[in-house]
Each structure stands twice: as structure tokens, then as C-alpha cells.
């Protein structure tokens, strides 16, 4: 029973020690990869445990818990319930005779906090994994073949043994370069070891490859200037828009991945900083890949143009999902590969559609896109070591012909613009010369119409002049008419009168000789009596007849332009009582109201006064005018309406003093004057009567005679539907 447990046990152990049985690596010339970098990590004959335990260290083989694992094959499932990565790797190395001569040296290619240990020996440490008590944090350091540190106790022909202790945390959004991306792929370089021809291959192409990229950024940078000068002097040129936009990004994008690549890169930068470095790069440069399809499409508005613009967001949008899903950004994702692809394929299809529109112009742009193709196209063809400045050469060529070809593009463009404004400039100056010359002779020919219009002009003022003249008189007679036809009425009345009184005093007469004959004398003197009071009746009504006729020759006569004192209560009420009867004379079936409202403590006033009887007299006609229309309007529209019943045309003339200014008002209750030609009423021929029934002077005159001759002011209040009222001030 004892035997068959110490078996059991002893089978166990073997099986332990076979599961971590170490295989020796070999290292020699021929494990050369890329660029003359051995990358230890792929190699087979690596243990593993993972854990902090440091203790077996110094305990030379490793115990119980180890397994065979290549560095390149950890993955994310390894990670601990605190997110963390930490394990140990053990090998033996053996180090080929034929680097005898020939130092090694180690570059570290991750952010994880790693020890390496040679022969129980710590080497070198990057970050702290936490074994000396400290805090652990990542490697801050920069990846940089310069800083390729020499590993003078690897010796050639022998064996080492190399312990390395790597511990990382990665984490979403920008995870750590340890376990990042698919697994297994992109951790090759945990760390290289390297020869020293190829560092100092590192060292001498960096000053070549720090000056292409100065010189490409350079040319970037006057390109994205002289861009954006040329478009604010010319906002409306959309191409020059886009050609900034394309140059801006295009020198960001480059300018950011040469200072990341750089010597100048900074020494202490953190890994979130770095990722942030990496994204926007990657930012950068997925906007001009995709952009530059869009950019050549606009150039001759190919139909499709309008969905390419999409995906320029569309492609930044799934290249930030791509960075924060994890993709590693020193190495190319499968996305970026087919985004480039993608594009590259849209920008040959686009060079050929503008291949096709067979425009000079558009053949600059197709040889930048093609220059670029083709010096990529010259890579593969240069040696990494030898030939890496037509390497790098090649590669700064492709970077900036299309960009270049655009500024051309743009140049001769100009230039043929200004070879066409030129051109037009000369027709225009050619066209100038004829127009003078055709000028000169309409100039000639324009002042001898001119001299034959003047005279026609003239003839034509002394005409209107003439007309203007009658136009004003027969003004004056119009309203002399309309006075006559009220005079005769006025004068009327006195005639009766008087031809009354003379036939009953003739009758008196007789009658009292009678009763002289009968010696009646008492009786004959009661007749005298009636007789001398008849007399004096007719004496009345003939000064008042006399009177009417001096005020008829008064306004018929032309100013003398003297003011006298006036009483304008007595003109307005007497040419109040003419144009009334005046009208009813012209129109049987008129009748209106007329009212005064005189104020009695009116003094006399020094006016012209038959200046101011023809205001009054042209107001009042006015008024009578708009009440008669407004009556007339109103019958036959509505002849049992409750308006006919209730409309009175009516007419008030009021006269106040107020301070030192006397003021005339001439009411009625028309229909008003139309807001549309309220301010055209003082225009001289303006009226709204019916053809021939107004001459348009009426206001205008009396607008002049009111504010010239007497330095008042005539104005018009009016309701539409209710009437207006003419201020004489």
C-alpha cells in the first residue's frame, strides 16, 4: 500500500516536472526577423506562472504550478478579478557561438511594468511590477530604438537563464499595448533583442528621416497657408474651401505622427497620453484618406459626390469604435487596411472620371494621385538597411504630390483665369474705344438736339406760362360764375323790394293828392308818413344791392396785394349766403343745411380781402360739393333706408380767435377725403371731381394764398365717412 502511493506521487511529480520541462532556446543569426530583430517571445521552451510570488527566484528550478507558454500567447482571459495581468516567464537561452564578437542588445516594446533577471540576476526593470514594495504603475518611458540598452552578460556559446516578471492592467477605453487587440498578435516585441549594426542603422537614419519629415511638414504647412489665404480672398470658390480643409488635416495628421516618431517625442509620457496621441493620428488620417475621394468628386460635381461626403463622419465614427474596441494602433487593423482600401479604390475610379471629361486641367490632379501610387509602389523595392533613404525618400514624395499637385492645380488655374480676364480685359478696352468713338458722335449729335429742344422748350414754357395764365383766370371765372349765380339770387330780393315799395308809394302818392283835394291834410300827412318809410325801405335794399354788386367787381378785379382791415364774419357769412344759392342755381334739387358759428369779439383783420373771399368761396363750394355727392350716393342705393332718412347735408363756418391768430373753419358732412390722396390735395391740378367739373387749382390756390400771402397755414382734418374740415390759421 506505502509502495503504490510513493508510485502514485512519483508518477505525479514527473508529470509536473514533464508539463514544465524546459526546452533550451537557441538564439542565432538565422532567427532574424524584419529589419535584424529577434524576438524572443515566439520562441517555444517558455514556463509560466502566474501571480506575484517572487520567492522562487533564488529557488533555482521552478515547482509546482507552471506551464509551458510563449509571452506571445497570454490573452485577456488571464486577467485577475482585479483587472490585472501579472506572471512570471522563465527559459533558457542559449546564445549561438557566432555572436561572439558581437554585442546584443535589448529594446522593450510595452507599456507593462516588467524585471528580467539573467541568471537570478535583476537586469533591468521598466515601470514597478511592485516587487520592491512600491506602487505598481506602467512604463512611462519612450519606445525608441536609441534607447536600446546593451546586454553584455548574454554571452555567445553558453547558456542563460532569464526569469521575467511582466505585469499590466488593461482597461476600455484605450486598453494597455500588453493585451490589446486579437491575442496573440502585436506582443511579439515585449521585448527584441537586436544587433548592433541595426542600432546604429536607428541612429543614423534619424536625422535624415527628422529632416524629410521637417521639409514634408514644411511644404504642408505653406501649402495649407497659401490655401487658406487664396480662399478668404476668394470665399465663393468652393474648391479652394476644400483644398484647405484637405491640407489642414492632411499637415495635422502628419505633423502629430512625425512628432509621436520623432526624437523630439517626449521621454515621460503616460500611456493614456500616448493612446491619445495614437487616436488622434488615426483621427487624422482616416479624414484625409476618405476626404480625398470626395475632394476629386466635387472637382467636376460627379453624381455620387454627394454620398461620398458621407462617409468621411461614417468612416471617423467606425474608426473610433475600431481604437476603443481595442485595435492596436501601432500595427494596422483590418478596419483601417479596408478603409484605405476602400478609398483607394474610390480615388481610382474618380481620377478616372475625370480622365474621362478630358480637361487639361484635371490631368495635374491625376498625376498627383498617381505620383503618390506609383512611389509607394517603389517600397518594396529598397532594402530596409541600405537602402533607406530611398526608402524614406520614396515615402516623402508619395506624401506630399497630391497635396503639391493641388497647389499647381490651383496655380495654372489662376493663370488661366487670368489669361481670360486679360483677354476679356482687351475685348472690354477694344469695345471702350469703339463706345468713345460712338459717344463722341452721339455727344455731337445730342447737343445739337439739345440746342433745337432748348428752343422748343422755351417755346414750350412761354406757352405753359401763357396757358397757366388762363388756367388761373378761368379759375377766377369759375368761381365768378358760381358767385354771379348767387349775386343774381341775392340781388333778387332788394329789387323786389324795391320795385314793391315804389308801386305802393306811387299808390300813396295818389292817394294822398286825394286827400289833399278833400282837405284832409291830417290824413294826407299820416300817408306822407308811410310814403317817407318806403322810401327809406327802398334806399335800404338798394345800398344792399349796390353793396353786392362792389363785392362781385371787388372779386372779380385781380389783387392789388394791400391787406385792409377785414370783418370776417361779414365775408363769411355773405359768401356763406352766395355760394349756397350759387349751387342751388346750378343744381334745382340741392338742399343743405349751412350754419355759423362767428365769434362775436373778433376784431377786424388786415388780409387781402378778396384773396381770402375766394378761399372761403372755393372751401365752401367744397363742402357743398362732398354733401351733395354723399346725398346723392345715398338715394338711389337705398331710397327707404334709414340713411336717407337720417343724412342732412349740412355746412358750418366758424370763426375764433385764439391768442393772436384768427382762425376759419369750414365743416361738412360728406364722405371724406380718401387717406390714398390726402396728401396730394394742394397739388396744383390735382382734383377729384369728375372731368370737367374741376380744374385741380382750387385748393392749390387758395394752399398759396393762405400761407405766401398771408404767412398762415391752411389745414385739412378728415373722418372717411364722416366729413372734413378746412383750418384757414
Given at each position: 500500500?506505502?509502495?503504490?502511493?510513493?508510485?502514485?506521487?512519483?508518477?505525479?511529480?514527473?508529470?509536473?516536472?514533464?508539463?514544465?520541462?524546459?526546452?533550451?532556446?537557441?538564439?542565432?543569426?538565422?532567427?532574424?526577423?524584419?529589419?535584424?530583430?529577434?524576438?524572443?517571445?515566439?520562441?517555444?521552451?517558455?514556463?509560466?506562472?502566474?501571480?506575484?510570488?517572487?520567492?522562487?527566484?533564488?529557488?533555482?528550478?521552478?515547482?509546482?504550478?507552471?506551464?509551458?507558454?510563449?509571452?506571445?500567447?497570454?490573452?485577456?482571459?488571464?486577467?485577475?478579478?482585479?483587472?490585472?495581468?501579472?506572471?512570471?516567464?522563465?527559459?533558457?537561452?542559449?546564445?549561438?557561438?557566432?555572436?561572439?564578437?558581437?554585442?546584443?542588445?535589448?529594446?522593450?516594446?510595452?507599456?507593462?511594468?516588467?524585471?528580467?533577471?539573467?541568471?537570478?540576476?535583476?537586469?533591468?526593470?521598466?515601470?514597478?511590477?511592485?516587487?520592491?514594495?512600491?506602487?505598481?504603475?506602467?512604463?512611462?518611458?519612450?519606445?525608441?530604438?536609441?534607447?536600446?540598452?546593451?546586454?553584455?552578460?548574454?554571452?555567445?556559446?553558453?547558456?542563460?537563464?532569464?526569469?521575467?516578471?511582466?505585469?499590466?492592467?488593461?482597461?476600455?477605453?484605450?486598453?494597455?499595448?500588453?493585451?490589446?487587440?486579437?491575442?496573440?498578435?502585436?506582443?511579439?516585441?515585449?521585448?527584441?533583442?537586436?544587433?548592433?549594426?541595426?542600432?546604429?542603422?536607428?541612429?543614423?537614419?534619424?536625422?535624415?528621416?527628422?529632416?524629410?519629415?521637417?521639409?514634408?511638414?514644411?511644404?504642408?504647412?505653406?501649402?495649407?497657408?497659401?490655401?487658406?489665404?487664396?480662399?478668404?480672398?476668394?470665399?465663393?470658390?468652393?474648391?479652394?474651401?476644400?483644398?484647405?480643409?484637405?491640407?489642414?488635416?492632411?499637415?495635422?495628421?502628419?505633423?502629430?505622427?512625425?512628432?509621436?516618431?520623432?526624437?523630439?517625442?517626449?521621454?515621460?509620457?503616460?500611456?493614456?497620453?500616448?493612446?491619445?496621441?495614437?487616436?488622434?493620428?488615426?483621427?487624422?488620417?482616416?479624414?484625409?484618406?476618405?476626404?480625398?475621394?470626395?475632394?476629386?468628386?466635387?472637382?467636376?460635381?460627379?453624381?455620387?459626390?454627394?454620398?461620398?461626403?458621407?462617409?468621411?463622419?461614417?468612416?471617423?465614427?467606425?474608426?473610433?469604435?475600431?481604437?476603443?474596441?481595442?485595435?492596436?494602433?501601432?500595427?494596422?487593423?483590418?478596419?483601417?487596411?479596408?478603409?484605405?482600401?476602400?478609398?483607394?479604390?474610390?480615388?481610382?475610379?474618380?481620377?478616372?472620371?475625370?480622365?474621362?471629361?478630358?480637361?487639361?486641367?484635371?490631368?495635374?490632379?491625376?498625376?498627383?494621385?498617381?505620383?503618390?501610387?506609383?512611389?509607394?509602389?517603389?517600397?518594396?523595392?529598397?532594402?530596409?538597411?541600405?537602402?533607406?533613404?530611398?526608402?524614406?525618400?520614396?515615402?516623402?514624395?508619395?506624401?506630399?504630390?497630391?497635396?503639391?499637385?493641388?497647389?499647381?492645380?490651383?496655380?495654372?488655374?489662376?493663370?488661366?483665369?487670368?489669361?481670360?480676364?486679360?483677354?476679356?480685359?482687351?475685348?472690354?478696352?477694344?469695345?471702350?474705344?469703339?463706345?468713345?468713338?460712338?459717344?463722341?458722335?452721339?455727344?455731337?449729335?445730342?447737343?445739337?438736339?439739345?440746342?433745337?429742344?432748348?428752343?422748343?422748350?422755351?417755346?414750350?414754357?412761354?406757352?405753359?406760362?401763357?396757358?397757366?395764365?388762363?388756367?388761373?383766370?378761368?379759375?377766377?371765372?369759375?368761381?365768378?360764375g358760381e358767385l354771379t349765380a348767387g349775386i343774381a339770387h341775392e340781388i333778387q330780393n332788394p329789387l323786389n323790394f324795391v320795385n314793391?315799395?315804389?308801386?305802393?308809394?306811387?299808390?300813396?302818392?295818389?292817394?294822398?293828392?286825394?286827400?289833399?283835394?278833400?282837405?284832409?291834410?291830417?290824413?294826407?300827412?299820416?300817408?306822407?308818413?308811410?310814403?317817407?318809410?318806403?322810401?327809406?325801405?327802398?334806399?335800404?335794399?338798394?345800398?344792399?344791392?349796390?353793396?353786392?354788386?362792389?363785392?362781385?367787381?371787388?372779386?372779380?378785379?385781380?389783387?392789388?396785394?394791400?391787406?385792409?382791415?377785414?370783418?370776417?364774419?361779414?365775408?363769411?357769412?355773405?359768401?356763406?349766403?352766395?355760394?349756397?344759392?350759387?349751387?342751388?342755381?346750378?343744381?334745382?334739387?340741392?338742399?343743405?343745411?349751412?350754419?355759423?358759428?362767428?365769434?362775436?369779439?373778433?376784431?377786424?383783420?388786415?388780409?387781402?380781402?378778396?384773396?381770402?373771399?375766394?378761399?372761403?368761396?372755393?372751401?365752401?363750394?367744397?363742402?357743398?360739393?362732398?354733401?351733395?355727392?354723399?346725398?346723392?350716393?345715398?338715394?338711389?342705393?337705398?331710397?327707404?333706408?334709414?340713411?336717407?332718412?337720417?343724412?342732412?347735408?349740412?355746412?358750418?363756418?366758424?370763426?375764433?380767435?385764439?391768442?393772436?391768430?384768427?382762425?376759419?373753419?369750414?365743416?361738412?358732412?360728406?364722405?371724406?377725403?380718401?387717406?390714398?390722396?390726402?396728401?396730394?390735395?394742394?397739388?396744383?391740378?390735382?382734383?377729384?371731381?369728375?372731368?370737367?367739373?374741376?380744374?385741380?387749382?382750387?385748393?392749390?390756390?387758395?394752399?398759396?394764398?393762405?400761407?405766401?400771402?398771408?404767412?398762415?397755414?391752411?389745414?385739412?382734418?378728415?373722418?372717411?365717412?364722416?366729413?372734413?374740415?378746412?383750418?384757414?390759421?
Amino acid at each position: 500500500m506505502q509502495l503504490k502511493k510513493l508510485a502514485i506521487v512519483t508518477v505525479f511529480l514527473l508529470h509536473v516536472l514533464a508539463l514544465c520541462a524546459q526546452d533550451t532556446i537557441l538564439l542565432s543569426p538565422k532567427d532574424y526577423e524584419d529589419v535584424q530583430e529577434i524576438y524572443p517571445g515566439k520562441k517555444h521552451g517558455w514556463c509560466f506562472k502566474q501571480g506575484s510570488d517572487s520567492s522562487w527566484v533564488v529557488d533555482g528550478m521552478p515547482g509546482k504550478g507552471w506551464k509551458k507558454l510563449r509571452p506571445v500567447d497570454i490573452n485577456t482571459k488571464m486577467v485577475d478579478s482585479r483587472g490585472l495581468f501579472e506572471g512570471w516567464f522563465r527559459a533558457d537561452i542559449e546564445i549561438d557561438s557566432s555572436f561572439a564578437n558581437t554585442p546584443l542588445f535589448a529594446f522593450i516594446g510595452t507599456r507593462a511594468a516588467q524585471d528580467i533577471f539573467i541568471d537570478n540576476v535583476l537586469y533591468f526593470s521598466t515601470g514597478n511590477t511592485g516587487i520592491n514594495g512600491k506602487p505598481y504603475h506602467e512604463y512611462e518611458g519612450v519606445f525608441h530604438y536609441l534607447q536600446a540598452t546593451a546586454m553584455p552578460l548574454l554571452k555567445a556559446g553558453s547558456v542563460h537563464t532569464i526569469l521575467w516578471h511582466i505585469k499590466d492592467a488593461p482597461g476600455a477605453p484605450f486598453k494597455s499595448q500588453l493585451l490589446k487587440g486579437q491575442l496573440g498578435s502585436g506582443i511579439h516585441n515585449l521585448f527584441e533583442i537586436t544587433s548592433p549594426e541595426f542600432v546604429e542603422w536607428q541612429k543614423a537614419r534619424t536625422p535624415y528621416i527628422t529632416g524629410l519629415s521637417i521639409v514634408g511638414n514644411s511644404i504642408l504647412f505653406i501649402l495649407f497657408c497659401l490655401f487658406f489665404l487664396l480662399w478668404l480672398l476668394n470665399s465663393a470658390d468652393k474648391n479652394l474651401r476644400r483644398f484647405t480643409i484637405f491640407s489642414g488635416v492632411y499637415f495635422l495628421a502628419l505633423a502629430v505622427s512625425n512628432f509621436e516618431h520623432s526624437i523630439v517625442y517626449p521621454t515621460d509620457i503616460s500611456f493614456l497620453q500616448q493612446n491619445l496621441l495614437d487616436f488622434t493620428v488615426n483621427t487624422f488620417i482616416v479624414f484625409f484618406i476618405s476626404y480625398a475621394p470626395y475632394l476629386l468628386a466635387k472637382l467636376e460635381d460627379h453624381r455620387y459626390a454627394g454620398v461620398v461626403k458621407w462617409m468621411v463622419p461614417v468612416s471617423i465614427v467606425l474608426s473610433f469604435f475600431d481604437f476603443y474596441l481595442g485595435a492596436n494602433s501601432n500595427d494596422s487593423s483590418v478596419f483601417f487596411l479596408l478603409v484605405c482600401l476602400l478609398n483607394l479604390l474610390l480615388c481610382l475610379y474618380f481620377v478616372a472620371f475625370l480622365y474621362r471629361t478630358g480637361k487639361k486641367l484635371n490631368r495635374i490632379i491625376i498625376s498627383g494621385v498617381l505620383g503618390s501610387l506609383l512611389f509607394i509602389s517603389f517600397l518594396p523595392f529598397t532594402t530596409p538597411i541600405y537602402g533607406y533613404k530611398l526608402f524614406f525618400l520614396f515615402i516623402f514624395l508619395s506624401s506630399i504630390s497630391f497635396p503639391v499637385s493641388l497647389m499647381i492645380y490651383t496655380a495654372v488655374r489662376f493663370k488661366w483665369m487670368l489669361s481670360e480676364v486679360r483677354a476679356n480685359a482687351d475685348t472690354i478696352v477694344q469695345l471702350s474705344e469703339e463706345k468713345r468713338v460712338q459717344a463722341e458722335k452721339q455727344q455731337k449729335i445730342l447737343k445739337e438736339e439739345v440746342a433745337k429742344q432748348t428752343i422748343e422748350l422755351r417755346n414750350s414754357l412761354n406757352e405753359l406760362k401763357a396757358t397757366q395764365s388762363q388756367l388761373i383766370q378761368s379759375e377766377k371765372m369759375a368761381s365768378l360764375g358760381e358767385l354771379t349765380a348767387g349775386i343774381a339770387h341775392e340781388i333778387q330780393n332788394p329789387l323786389n323790394f324795391v320795385n314793391n315799395f315804389s308801386e305802393v308809394s306811387n299808390e300813396l302818392i295818389d292817394e294822398m293828392k286825394e286827400e289833399m283835394a278833400a282837405g284832409n291834410l291830417q290824413h294826407a300827412k299820416e300817408i306822407a308818413d308811410d310814403l317817407k318809410e318806403n322810401l327809406s325801405k327802398i334806399n335800404h335794399h338798394g345800398k344792399r344791392a349796390d353793396s353786392i354788386v362792389k363785392g362781385m367787381l371787388q372779386h372779380s378785379r385781380n389783387s392789388s396785394g394791400q391787406k385792409e382791415p377785414t370783418d370776417l364774419n361779414a365775408l363769411c357769412d355773405e359768401y356763406l349766403r352766395l355760394a349756397y344759392h350759387g349751387y342751388r342755381a346750378k343744381d334745382k334739387s340741392f338742399n343743405a343745411k349751412f350754419e355759423t358759428h362767428f365769434d362775436p369779439s373778433l376784431p377786424k383783420v388786415n388780409v387781402m380781402t378778396q384773396d381770402i373771399g375766394r378761399v372761403v368761396l372755393n372751401l365752401i363750394n367744397n363742402a357743398f360739393y362732398a354733401v351733395n355727392e354723399k346725398a346723392k350716393q345715398i338715394k338711389p342705393a337705398h331710397p327707404q333706408s334709414a340713411d336717407q332718412e337720417t343724412y342732412q347735408p349740412q355746412v358750418t363756418v366758424s370763426t375764433k380767435r385764439s391768442g393772436n391768430q384768427v382762425e376759419i373753419l369750414i365743416e361738412d358732412n360728406g364722405d371724406g377725403i380718401p387717406a390714398a390722396v390726402l396728401n396730394k390735395i394742394f397739388q396744383p391740378f390735382f382734383t377729384t371731381k369728375p372731368t370737367g367739373q374741376g380744374t385741380g387749382l382750387g385748393l392749390s390756390l387758395s394752399y398759396d394764398i393762405v400761407t405766401n400771402g398771408h404767412g398762415g397755414k391752411l389745414q385739412v382734418t378728415t373722418e372717411a365717412g364722416t366729413g372734413t374740415t378746412f383750418h384757414i390759421l
